[in-house]
């Protein structure tokens, strides 16, 4: 048996390239996220324990208060691990909208930033600035920052760079506790770290020694990772469950055409057993062997990956990578079974081949048998079982049930598609197929000659078009649900309030700022609520401005969630001698001056002025920028701005950034089942070699063979596509039920047609080229030479 | 008869006036160096118009080598062909695919039919690869000549479901379909029983006697040969002999 084994692999190697490519990508996929994985936990904890080196011990989360307590008892033996997000200005430039601000000791011995130039801050109105942070922001020793907005703004004077040891830790811009202490509840604090004994601690709250502490922090940054790590591997399952279909189609097809051989040695007395052997013996080399290309290409494509990463943004917590051979293993294990479960279906239907079939004619391109009542009647059961279970998910609103049931009504899909596919193909050939004469006819004619093949072939495609379609449409719908919650969140888009009146001209030059498209002066004066001053503003003419009604009635004021939070909700306001009793609403948005309606703010009196000027942006202004050449032209330090513009933009780009990193993800296994289809084409080129060159010869042209190649390859993607994205939206509808619709008002369903429109043309471009090498192949042959082909 | 291309002359003068093809030496090397096989060697042909040509000898003498070149399906090393008074060496691919589709019919030894298209729509093919309209009077061509081949209640069937002889039949009416100046066949009844083989050479024999037309058949049997107006004999790539019958 092993010459026959050699023999096989020797003649047939080429055509396993495919299948081993199939395999090769799906543990390439494992082996590179083992790899981010690796390098993103050695990257995170890298010198997180750089902070607690000198400490006696650590008070993990003790919470801002009690951090604030611990400061004031033992401020000279004690350092807190806070961070606090603030816009960051100097010399009336914004440098950031949200930069993360962490603490520097005022204890030598609990300093850990590595000091490069300059001198520590030895208090309050002095800071520390990141190094690198320093060069690209061109800030440095000497220079005097802004940290916050208005009424709670800092100035700090840089007196020194350092690097951080640890990304972890590591922030642009250090202040020590008494500046940070500033921003009240806005500051967390996630550790604090102590000299000497430690003081009483409330309930709850313990001191641990440092290295326990370290401990903990690893075991966490440990399993954070693993999580994401977990997510990936859900998709690397996703390709490899296509590279299943793909190489379980590769063998039906080989086999399929080797019929004849396996046929002709039983004749001659192999055994079903010896004939059993050698099929395996070939699908355990391949699954080897592609795994084996997987590790080592997916080995060298993650370390280009981290490299590139690396050198790209200095910044991002990447640290070595190395392969443990756990995860090696794994992969290669993954790989191989992959195979070996591919294989083993065909590999039954091999030996049901009696020796008499090598007398038969053999036709393996088309086989009429489609599919049996067995598997209808199962793949009825599961379609319908599914669905209950969806239905059920819905009305129990759990995820795990959803995601349960959409597998298998999926697989249910898979089993009908021999009975579900050729009939819609040979539908979409005949309509579009007329357009393209007799290469038409025959590429949709031979697209479904074999209707379980058509069907395995569409089915690799169908799975990634269907995730692809379901995330790209849930989360188009989330985003529309999310909107009219984010307009109440964030109704104005830029909104700056002085505490002085602003020029009146200044509207005008924010108009012709880049991404402004319309400013709008807000009158109001300067009033008290008790002992507070309090901004006024009345908001008049805004509605070009806004994104939901900011329009309080008279007789009420509308108050921030954060402003005079003890507030009852009647309150006493006053201007210059004159009072109004108010009733109180809550909202958000606008900054920290009350909103009130003009005749409030007319029958109060005041002296009313312009101080604040609301902005609205252009669609498609830069997040990133707007709100800092705003502030340089309105001068910034003694404004408050409130940039609700690139929160919402943060939302949007959360979900911007999560789906295409689902599509990115799910490419893979694209990319596998395109691969499929070029090797069915491929496969069955060879097959069809005979028919070809007496088509040819009768007189089909070079370039009509090739149309009617790629027409095939283009039917079958289409079809593929058209299903999966059916399928796709209608999970997606699901899934918002299940998901979205219990935390929002309403969760319509909403179609993102352009990407949607994209994915269709994407998948029906690669299918014409997943048909280019195969058509070049067949083209290439002169009738001649095909037809005395054995 | 349909109206029919300029260069398309009467039966009664293309059998004097023109061969319906010929090689001027014609030579076709498959390989090179040290294991180069000579499939052909500096053949002069010439096949003569409205009669029925057999090409035999030995296997491996290269008869089917021949007909490809002739036919313009392969490419000869060197030589040159004319057919119809077309020279085939310097045709692009394209070209060359148009001539054939419209000028030439085949029928080979097997694999003749498209297994996926009905007999009719086999015979039909040709006309449709063509891009012509498939209008009554082709159809009732198509019938015709069916029914002097004796397959019209055939037409409806795929070839997995016709014997041997009725796919060779189907074959020869799609060769017949075009009005082909030459109808090149290759073996024709090399997987027949004689009975079969014997009415599909009849057939053969009653295009080039009844409706004009010029058969080159490629055989290497004595008695298919006996239908033949005229054989070439090859050997070792060469024409041994052209013995008029
Ligand atoms: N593609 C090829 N590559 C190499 N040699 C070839 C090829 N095709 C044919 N030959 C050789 O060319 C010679 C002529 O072949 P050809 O097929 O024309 O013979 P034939 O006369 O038709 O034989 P048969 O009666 O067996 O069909 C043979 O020696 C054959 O081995
Ligand atoms: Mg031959």
Redo the contacts with the bound molecule.
Sequence with gaps: MRTLVWASLRSYSRRYVAAALAIATGVAFVVVTGLLASSARNGLAAGVEAPYASADSVVAQPGVDVAHRMMAEAGDRATPMAFVQQPVGTDGRQLGEEISVGSVSTVPTLRWQDLDDGRWPRGAGEALVDTEAAADQHVAVGDVLTVGSRPTAVEVRVVGTASSPSTLDGSPLYLTWPDLARFGDQVSVTAVALLGEAPALPEGVEAVPPDRFVNNLLTEINNEVDAVAMMVLLFAGVALFVAVLVIANTFAILFAQRRHDFALLRCLGATPGQIRGSVRVESLLLGVGGSLVGVLGGAGLGLALIAGVRSAFASAPLGAADLSPVWATGAFIAGLLTTMAAAWYPTRQVLRVSPLAALRPDDSASARTTAGRVRVALGIVLVTGGLAVLGWSIAATRTPLMAAGGTVCFLGVLTLGPVLVPPLIAMVGRVAGRALGVPGRIAAANAVRNPRRTAATTAALLVGVTLTAAVLTGLQSTRDSLASEMDTEHPIDLALTGATPLPQDLPDRLESVDGVAEAVAVHGTVGRIADTEVTLLAPEHVDGVVRDALAPAPGTIALPYLLLQDAPDTVTVSVAGRHADLRVTRGAGWGTAALVAPATLADLGGRSAPYAVWVGAEDGADAGSLASDVSAVAGAPTLEVVDGFSRRAWVDLQLDVLAWASVGLLGVGIVIALVGIANTLGLSVLERTRENALLRALGLTRSELRRMLGFEGLLLALVATAMGTVLGIGFAWVGLQVMVEPAVRSAPLSLPWLPLGAALGVAMLAGLLAAVLPARRAARVTPA?GL?LD | MPPSTPTDTPPENRSTAMPAARARGLS?T??RGETA?H?LREVDLEIPAGRFTAVM??????????M?CLAGLDRPTAGEVTVAGTTLTGLDDDRLTRFRRDRLGFVFQAFNLLPMLTAGQNILLPLELAGRRIDPAARSRAAEIAEILGIERRLGHRPAELSGGQQQRVAIARALITEPDLIFA??PTGNLDSGSSAEVLAHLRSTVRELGRTVVM?T?EDSAAAYADHVVL?SD?RVAAGVGV
């Design positions: 030479a005395t | 076709k498959y390989g096989v499939a000898g030995a296997s491996g003498s290269g008869k089917s080598t021949l490809h290759d073996e490629v290497h090859m790539g």
